[in-house]
């Protein structure tokens, strides 16, 4: 029998992490496969940002991100930054903008990103096997053993990087997290999220308002976010709910702030407009069919000049934290990453390999760290893979 090809090192997954950890380790001298069962590489790349790759964050910090251990993610995150990446992107005559928050995205198309990141990948003599499923992996001897496809390599390093569940139209699984209990590692319950949150049949007053938007603070699980949110056919969604999703557990009511910032407002319009009525006041504020919706559930009819201000004053407290109660998400299908993963308790926060399996490294979202929304799981995923990179 033939013996399989050997390398120093084999990563799986040819996402964002595994293409950056490749060239890593391919620059460093390092005889690197790279396999995926996807027909093309960086397909989560390419869909990112409407097409033009949201790849980083002005504003990274080990507190964007939610994990078991929170403190998990600034070893990488420090040695490996924004900056950085921003450097290699430059380097590469990609020509990019600050859209809002920090958040940096590419002025032409996503590809760019790709085609950077495999010709970096060239750069370090990597090998690139696409469309090829992964059939076994197996252990002995301090080697890793891949049978892919109809072929088999080995090497004494393996990296997983196979991302987690979400979008599976693009061919995400869990496959990441079915290995790293093979070899004995922990993973955190995974759930979706960046996600889309849906409501029950009762609410289906704001169901109603499918396509509005409006700036809110959402509240929940300890942390808010002042961005937009998107009443949908199904729910919420739109930057804010997303990024509060991440936080959000079933049962938990979410709280939205429809007039974030503002204080007495209602009891001084009842000074200046005093036969104006709550409906007329809030259509000032909203857009006019969140704001007759908003009225009718606290009917309120009459004008101010009617009301006592203690009354006003309960409608003001009523619109800065208004309780929705999500019946569920739109699941993995719509989450744009996974909360959750293999859990960090098993791998060194400055190499990303397993404690009790020499060799065998995690990386980027099939690890428990998830990145708020707007470039920070990109960050993670390149700040991760040039941690193993260098170890490798």
């Known amino acids: 029998m033939a013996i399989p090809p050997q390398y120093d090192a084999i990563i799986l997954g040819a996402g964002g992490a595994g293409l950056m950890c490749a060239a890593i380790a391919g620059q460093r001298g390092r005889r690197v496969l790279l396999i995926d069962h996807a027909p093309e590489p960086g397909r989560k790349i390419l869909i990112s940002g409407g097409g033009r790759c949201n790849f980083t964050n002005l504003d990274v910090a080990p507190d964007r991100y939610i994990s078991a251990n929170p403190h998990f993610a600034r070893s990488a995150l420090s040695r490996y930054t924004a900056a950085d990446f921003i450097a290699l992107v430059d380097r590469y005559g990609i020509a990019w903008h600050e859209k809002t928050l920090g958040q940096l995205f590419c002025d032409g198309s996503a590809r760019q990103i790709v085609a950077m990141l495999l010709d970096e990948c060239a750069a370090g003599g990597v090998t690139l096997h696409l469309g090829e499923a992964i059939r076994d992996v197996g252990h002995a001897d301090g080697r890793f053993s891949v049978a892919y496809g109809e072929q088999a390599a080995s090497a004494p390093a393996l990296v997983i990087a196979t991302g987690g569940p979400s979008i599976p139209k693009l061919g995400a699984t869990g496959f990441a997290y079915d290995l790293a209990r093979r070899f004995g590692l922990k993973v955190v319950e995974p759930r979706p999220a960046l996600v889309p949150l849906t409501l029950p049949h009762e609410e289906s007053l704001f169901r109603e308002l499918a396509g509005v938007a409006a700036p809110v603070l959402a509240r929940a699980g300890g942390a808010e976010f002042a961005e937009a949110a998107l009443f949908t056919h199904r729910g919420l969604s739109g930057p804010a709910i997303l990024q509060i999703s991440s936080y959000w557990r079933h049962g938990q009511p979410i709280g939205i702030d429809f007039l974030p910032g503002r204080s007495g407002w209602l009891i001084e319009a009842k000074r200046t407009r005093p036969r104006a009525t709550l409906r007329s006041i809030l259509a000032d504020l909203l857009p006019d069919r969140l704001a007759e919706a908003l009225a009718e559930i606290i009917a309120l009819p009459g ?81 991760s893979a040039w941690a193993a990179g260098q170890a490798l």
């Open 303 to 383: 004008a101010l000049d009617e009301k006592r201000d203690a009354v006003l004053a309960d409608v003001e407290r009523r619109l800065a934290d208004w309780p929705f109660r999500p019946n569920g998400t739109e699941g993995f299908a719509k989450a744009e990453v996974t909360v959750g993963g293999i859990s960090t308790d098993g791998l060194s926060s400055k190499t990303m390999e397993a404690r009790k399996v020499q060799g065998l490294h995690a990386i980027g979202e099939a690890v428990d760290v998830t990145g708020w929304l707007g470039g920070y799981n990109f960050q993670w995923a390149w700040s």
